[in-house]
Nanobody
């Protein structure tokens, strides 16, 4: 059974840094696209970043471009989100997700097949 477990969330001040981790088990995701999404209270889940199978391509939402970096370590079956200069508007429940295919060029929630339970990130002003 596939499991994806996020960690690294917490309460941080604006302008600091935070790294989220997502560890997958139950199957290998080395050839699969992986991504991060977030959902703030009262809002829909939205795309944050994605990385292709193999890690050669990354994509970001405009709101986080230049501040967040997605990466992966296939030896650990893991994906990461480095959050630099977080802002209060980044406060949300952050989810990692994986696709069955290698392409990461989509921010559509329905394109992702496996999901974690989320880790809360709260950025104080």
């Amino acid at each position: 059974q596939v499991q994806m477990v996020e960690s690294g969330g917490g309460l941080v001040p604006a302008g600091s840094s935070l790294r989220l981790s997502c560890a997958a088990s139950g199957r290998t995701f080395s050839g699969n696209a992986m991504g991060w999404f977030r959902q703030a209270p009262g809002k829909e889940r939205e795309f944050v970043a994605s990385i292709s199978g193999g890690g050669d391509r990354t994509y970001y939402a405009n709101s986080v471009k230049g501040r967040f970096t997605i990466s992966r370590d296939d030896s650990k079956n893991a994906v990461y989100l480095q959050m630099n200069d977080p802002k209060p508007e980044d406060t949300a429940l952050y989810y990692c997700a994986a696709r069955k295919g290698p392409s990461a060029g989509t921010g559509s929630i329905t394109a992702y097949d496996y999901w974690g339970q989320g880790t809360q990130v709260t950025v104080s002003s």
